[in-house]
């Protein structure tokens, strides 16, 4: 069932939470070894909180509006009493003193949290084959990857696991997994949704977003996510006036330089684009051709900004305070033995890309230049948002491909992320649907991103188009 019937049939008394946490149960059960999702099942504390749901019901109490529906969060994000490793060893064993906002929420709702999923490691990776623990499989085909970094929230969607799951998107890690898994994947406006539990990869861009199987249950979690929260310094209260128009007095933006650069994009994404494009026409829906010519640049610039911010941030684990300790003679051999140990190679790759680039000599060479092409990739979207309400894009450049294909060549696996990053940047809201499938039965996905805090104008379209089919 869809989280939007749940609710409805929890709330009727029609079933009991217990029963939908344990149908959801069975099948992670069946599914999991094969997909390789979770990293924990939450079994006795789940089964706690739905009982307490439907403990609220009988006594009949208002229930909250996500009532017993199994949620599943990313192994970023905190969870009181429960393991969060960001699928490192060297956070592994270690247990969340304090629940995030973001969870608090979906418990104040109702939902039950019935685990945590796998990802690459601190969120860094496309693919999920830089978990330090297993891999995940997509639920599609069990030969490619679910993309990244929240592989593990997407597949478990993907696969009936669960209805909704949290996953963070710094660069696309919500988006690209979404596209290739064929769920909703909602990345929401920096700000929106407070980041307070939520491990830091690169501040000033994670953001915690939505997994879901329909726009309904998309919208349903955005709106128990969202909330102004002291907590954390980047929260912003969210605007109540914002609503969405009819998508016949919407203008969609096509930027030209995506459509410059199709000869990089997979024949059948293209195709599923410009079927979709067909299909917002026949809607009523005006098309209008934009430009963004500083999009070239927008994965230069976000490999050194969020590279930069991932030194700092992780400079946190040094094998003191808490998390993995190897032993050595001095402070400095300390560091060394538990960060050569504890990380992995991708994220040691952007730590070193970071602190070069904040290094003496280097920080106006590469830091400070990236901050100012992300300022120029922001004033793009300004000045195209002048003429249109949402900008149209495909969400990958290919369908998910084959474990090990891009592994070994870093800059070929940044660029799964080209028409995703520049949302992050911006501070924009985007969503990812499903377009369809390519030939060989691969989703594909396609995405809408709009101004700050407009999210309900991608519900919007995103609704109509799902209802057109």
Avoid: W
Wanted: charged share 20%; with cysteine.
């Amino acid at each position: 069932m869809k989280a939007t019937e749940i609710v409805k049939q929890v709330k009727d008394k029609k079933i009991k939470a217990v029963e939908i946490l344990e149908r959801h149960l069975k099948i992670i059960k069946e599914r999991d070894p094969e997909i390789g999702a979770f990293l924990e099942v939450f079994g006795d504390s789940a089964m706690k909180a739905a009982g307490a749901v439907d403990e609220k019901s009988a006594k009949g109490l208002p229930l909250g509006n996500m009532a017993g529906v199994p949620v599943t969060i990313k192994d970023n994000i905190l969870y009181k009493g429960h393991r969060c490793s960001c699928a490192s060893k060297i956070l592994e064993g270690y247990v969340a003193p304090y629940t995030a906002t973001a969870v608090r929420n979906l418990i104040n709702a109702d939902a039950v949290i019935i685990g945590r999923t796998n990802m690459d490691e601190f969120a860094m990776g496309s693919s999920t084959e830089n978990s330090a623990f297993k891999p995940t499989r997509n639920p599609a085909d069990t030969t490619r990857i679910p993309g990244g970094s929240s592989g593990g929230s997407a597949a478990a969607v993907a696969s009936g696991m669960c209805p909704i799951a949290l996953g963070s998107d710094t660069g696309g890690s919500i988006r690209q997994p979404a596209a290739f898994c064929g769920t909703y994947g909602l990345k929401p406006t920096y700000g929106s949704v407070s980041r307070y539990g939520l491990a830091a990869f690169a501040s000033s861009l994670d953001q915690i977003g939505v997994f879901a199987n329909s726009v309904e249950d998309t919208e349903l979690a955005f709106a128990a996510l969202s909330s102004h929260d002291p907590k954390d310094a980047t929260s912003v209260k969210y605007p109540e006036s914002v609503k969405a128009p009819g998508i016949t007095d919407l203008r969609i933006g096509l930027p030209m330089e995506y459509a410059a650069a199709s000869g990089a994009m997979d024949a059948e994404v293209g195709s599923l684009f410009d079927e979709t494009v067909k299909k917002l026409k026949t809607l009523g829906a005006k098309f209008v051709e934009v430009s963004l010519p500083h999009t070239k640049y927008s994965v230069p610039a976000y490999y050194i900004a969020a590279s930069s911010e991932a030194s700092s941030n992780l400079g946190r684990f040094d094998g003191i305070r808490y998390g993995l300790s190897v032993k050595g003679e001095t402070l400095a051999e300390v560091y060394k033995k538990t960060r050569g140990r504890g990380f992995g190679s991708e994220v040691k790759r952007r730590i070193m890309l970071g602190t070069y680039s904040l290094s003496a000599g280097y920080y106006d060479a590469y830091y400070l230049k990236a901050q100012k092409i992300r300022a120029l990739i922001k004033h793009d979207f300004d000045e195209a948002f002048k003429n249109v309400d949402v900008i149209f894009t495909p969400t990958t450049p290919s369908p998910a491909f084959k474990f090990g294909e891009k592994i070994s060549d870093p800059i070929e696996m940044y660029l799964s992320d080209i028409f995703t990053i520049p949302c992050n940047l911006a501070g924009l809201c985007g969503l990812s649907f499903p377009a369809g499938k390519s030939k060989g039965g691969l989703p594909i996905g396609v995405q809408f991103m709009a101004r700050p805090f407009n999210e309900a104008v991608l519900f919007t379209l995103a609704g109509e188009l799902a209802n057109a089919d």
